[in-house]
């Protein structure tokens, strides 16, 4: 698994996102809160299993009741994928349910969070775990949104977000 | 070639920003490339695409029925339109039954191909492109130059132009501020958008899903905040299994943009919900617009295996030159020029199409295995078949065809030109060829041709014989080429005749779209070649051992003279290019060099064929170094020198300013010397440095290692 972990590190960090990784939940926790303390502004937080489980905080600035205009005003938007792919640094996830997408898309930066068990090595064994049948909307994310359109300049942060923050959490519900 | 054409070409010539940009990205991308295939095998995941995608084209009608039926159990409808004006009425009527004035767009290049924005602005509705090279070029009226990139021929000063004049006064040539700029203005018009409209880069039957591939975010917000959304969809994007998007995942971002994976993949299947939570409209078309009928061509089918990389552009040494906008309105490079013959028409590709070199790089990197090269041939015949040939030159290829009056005719031509040549080059060729020599010297027709020299050489009886195929060049300009080769051989033990009657490969008639002239010429060189009883047949020029091993047998094939391709692959089974075969004979033990290091640095030019087609691109190295020289890499040493036959005299004005770069990068290594194992880079290049006055040497492998036989 660490060997897992440190290649997921180097791909996903070699295209600009950032990756931390947090021994419990709570530490998860204090992770977003200071988060957002640091880049202020307002924050939205998916429904996900994390939440269920642990209960949902209450930062300030910080709103569970996910629409379109408090997205596209968010400063951060937080959700919780499924899997990682270590050979590419690629989270995968069910994005059927429109708040996940909606945090996703529209924030500047977007935070997300991953049990450190739903780390798996390539395409190839999360394409088996996949049915398209179950999950209409399947979004894999590797780095924050990017272009190279204007004379061939990587610019970070065209119409998504511009930072992503990947947390992987150990032994908890997520 | 039309004058309008010609002059597109000048006027990207003189583009200085398009020369700059296109050579720096063409240079950094064979490296970033290949650093994202590092550790993965590039020819099985090729293999795998093409198998998914081979399988595709030929089980169109079946997927998409299967697709269909999948897609609209999840909720999509899934429209099956055969031209573009069903697919702008379908659409059309769709956002006026919803009400919508504004729509969205992610990139798409189906879209593209049918001109559906035009069609729905003219209706009063807006449509707004959100790609950002794509915004870019809507902005100003232009069309993509690049499938992938496609506002790569602008500069920053010209996009924030752009965007001063067209969207908001004051905008500075800095790029991150640009970016941040069309974020800002695009975000209102993603907001306030009724439909939006997508492509997709894979489309599977199994499961009923689209799968979009981006990097900016746009397919992810065209596809959840308007309340439609509408994917136009090519068939040739149908796949038949989930597993099978694996492999084009695999390629397509790697060969493209030199990505492990790009930022987004976003695989929807049937109708999600809307932001506030109604189901949303999802609307499939899946296109055909002639593919169906590429499909059914045995030649053409090979092109529906594209995945839309755009790698055939980004190695393309012409595309690097002039951009795509010389290429044609939508698709550009090599695949362009085939996709724009059928979607559009053949005759469409006529000027096009001419501007394929025929270096090859193309079907190297093609994560499709699609033969470009072979397929604009294919286009060529056919435009030669349709309208014709021009008469100068059907009369040029008649005299090819009858090999004593070809010959003949050459014999004198090196009594006329006595008057022009000086020092074993031509500076001043008569009528037609004038254009020609303002960039390079030609090499003066030598005073005997190799077929009678052959005749003087001393030779040992040995019990085993080769062949030597001369070719034109070697026999009627490098006769030392061929007497270097016999030389090589007969101290190997190989005693070497020379068929009489062979004559011109065919090549050049093949390459203007001639196959009958070529067939001609093959026909008679097959007799003469097969007359002789001899184990191998040795040729040191790359296009003409092409021709004799893969050539002739394609040639018959296309013009279905089945009876003549035993004969063939006879006769391609016993030819090898001559540093294959001298490099066989070292390893077997049967042919040593002189001792000791020379003094002499050279470096090593590539020639297409032999590095591409015949993939001898190791053993001309190899004997060059255990013939005593220190051999000394240049960079894109496999980059076309720009010779290519009769291209260089067709449009001499982008055949210079590749011999331009080629000289450069030769003279960068500080060799005295350049070794090449074709007699027609031979030509160019040698030329081109006489031309500057440079003292660098410029040999065949095989007259360097006959002066270092043991």
Redesign the interface.
């Known amino acids: 698994m660490d060997n897992l972990f440190a290649s997921f590190k180097e791909?996903a960090e070699a295209?600009s996102a950032e990756v931390h990784r947090c021994g419990t939940a709570a530490e998860a926790r204090d992770f977003v809160q200071g988060l957002l303390k640091e880049v202020g502004g307002t924050a939205l937080w998916a429904p996900c299993a994390f939440l269920e489980a642990e209960g949902r905080p209450a930062f300030p600035g910080l709103s569970y009741d996910v629409?379109?205009e408090r997205a596209?005003e968010a400063k951060v938007g937080i959700s919780q994928m499924d899997w990682a792919l270590a050979?590419?640094?690629?989270l995968v996830v069910d994005?059927?349910?429109?708040e996940g997408?909606?945090v996703s898309?529209?924030p500047q930066i977007h935070v997300a969070l991953i049990g450190a068990d739903r780390l798996l090595p390539d395409?190839?064994s999360v394409?088996g775990r996949?049915k398209?049948?179950k999950?209409?909307?399947?979004?894999?994310?590797?780095?924050?949104?990017?272009?190279?359109?204007?004379?061939?300049?990587l610019?970070i942060?065209?119409?998504?977000?511009e930072r992503l923050v990947i947390v992987f959490v150990e032994g908890s519900a997520a | 070639m039309t004058t309008t054409f010609k002059e597109s070409i000048q006027d990207a010539l003189a583009n200085p920003n398009l020369r700059g940009?296109l050579g720096?990205?063409s240079e950094?991308y064979k490296i970033s490339r290949e650093k994202a295939y590092a550790g993965m095998d590039f020819e099985a995941v090729r293999d795998a695409v093409r198998d998914v995608k081979a399988y595709g084209a030929s089980h169109l009608e079946e997927l998409a029925e299967a697709f269909k039926a999948k897609a609209e159990a999840?909720g999509a409808k899934v429209y099956r339109a055969s031209d573009p004006a069903e697919v702008k009425a379908y659409i059309l009527a769709l956002a006026k039954e919803n009400g919508v004035r504004s729509i969205v767009k992610s990139k798409s290049m189906a879209t593209e191909e049918i001109h559906l924005n035009k069609h729905l602005e003219a209706e009063g509705i807006e449509v707004y492109e959100?790609?950002?090279?794509e915004w870019?070029i809507q902005l100003c009226h232009q069309t993509p130059s690049h499938m992938v990139?496609?506002?790569?021929h602008?500069?920053?000063e010209e996009?924030a132009e752009v965007f001063s004049t067209k969207v908001e006064e004051g905008q500075q040539p800095d790029?991150?501020k640009?970016?941040?700029f069309?974020?800002g203005k695009?975000?209102n018009r993603?907001?306030g958008a009724d439909m939006g409209i997508s492509g997709a880069n894979i489309a599977?039957a199994e499961?009923?899903?689209l799968v979009l591939i981006t990097?900016?975010?746009?397919a992810?917000?065209v596809?959840?905040?308007p309340r439609i959304h509408v994917a136009v969809v090519g068939i040739e994007k149908l796949v038949a299994t989930?597993?099978d998007?694996?492999p084009i995942?695999?390629a397509l971002p790697r060969n493209a943009?030199s990505?492990?994976?790009?930022?987004?993949?976003?695989?929807?299947?049937?109708?999600?919900?809307?932001?506030d939570?109604s189901p949303k409209q999802l609307h499939i078309i899946l296109m055909d617009n002639k593919r169906s009928e590429m499909a059914a061509d045995p030649k053409f089918r090979q092109a529906l295996q594209c995945i839309r990389c755009a790698s055939c552009l980004n190695v393309c040494p012409v595309f690097r030159l002039v951009g795509g906008h010389v290429f044609g309105k939508v698709y550009t490079g090599g695949i362009g020029t085939i996709l724009t013959a059928w979607f559009d028409e053949l005759k469409q590709s006529d000027d096009i199409q001419g501007l394929c070199i025929q270096c090859g790089a193309c079907k190297d990197v093609c994560p499709g295995r699609i033969d470009i090269p072979e397929l604009i041939l294919e286009l060529r015949r056919r435009l030669a078949v349709e309208k014709g040939m021009p008469l100068v030159q059907k009369a040029i290829f008649a005299v090819v065809n009858n090999r004593r009056l070809f010959h003949s005719l050459l014999r004198a031509a090196s009594v006329a030109q006595k008057p022009f040549a000086k020092g074993g080059f031509i500076r001043h060729l008569p009528l037609f060829l004038s254009d020609l020599t303002d960039f390079r010297s030609l090499p003066a027709i030598a005073p005997r041709p190799f077929r009678d020299t052959f005749k003087e050489i001393v030779q040992p009886e040995c019990k085993e014989k080769a062949a030597i195929y001369a070719g034109c060049l070697i026999d009627f300009s490098y006769p030392e080429m061929g007497e270097s080769v016999v030389r090589v051989l007969n101290k190997a033990g190989i005693q070497v005749v020379f068929p009489e009657g062979q004559t011109c490969c065919g090549a050049p008639a093949r390459y203007n779209g001639a196959y009958e002239t070529a067939a001609g010429n093959a026909k008679d060189n097959i007799k003469a070649l097969l007359e002789e009883d001899v184990t191998y047949v040795v040729s040191a020029c790359p296009t003409c051992t092409v021709a004799l091993k893969d050539d002739f047998i394609a040639t018959f094939e296309s013009l279905g003279m089945e009876d003549a391709i035993g004969d063939a692959r006879k006769l391609a089974a016993k030819t090898l290019d001559f540093a294959t075969l001298v490099k066989k004979l070292v390893d077997e033990g049967r042919l040593e060099f002189k001792d000791g290091q020379q003094a002499e640095t050279v470096t090593y030019h590539d020639s297409c064929h032999l590095k591409r087609t015949l993939h001898a691109q190791q053993a001309p190295r190899d004997l060059l170094k255990k013939a005593g020289f220190t051999v000394t890499e240049m960079k894109e040493c496999d980059i076309c020198c720009g010779m290519a036959g009769s291209y260089s005299l067709k449009l001499p004005e982008l055949s210079a300013p590749i011999l331009e770069r080629k000289l450069e990068n030769i003279k960068d290594t500080g060799a005295t010397s350049v070794a090449m194992d074709c007699p027609g880079c031979v030509m160019q290049i040698r030329g081109g440095l006489d031309k500057l006055g440079s003292g660098i040497k410029v040999e065949h492998t095989a007259v360097r290692l006959a002066k270092r036989l043991k």
């Open positions: 791909r295209v629409t379109r596209a050979d590419t640094g690629t994005a059927t349910g429109v997408r909606l898309t529209l395409m190839a394409l996949i398209p049948s999950a209409g909307y399947l979004s894999m994310i590797t780095g924050p949104s990017r272009t190279a359109d204007i004379e061939r300049v610019t942060g065209v119409h998504g977000p | 940009a720096r990205f950094a999840a959100t790609d950002l090279g870019i990139m496609p506002a790569i602008m500069t920053k996009v790029i991150p640009l970016v941040k069309a974020r695009l975000r993603f907001l599977v499961t009923g899903s990097n900016e975010g746009n992810r917000l596809t959840t905040l989930f597993q998007v694996q995942l695999q943009t990505q492990l994976l790009t930022s987004y993949v976003s695989v929807i299947t049937g109708q999600v919900p809307n932001t939570g």
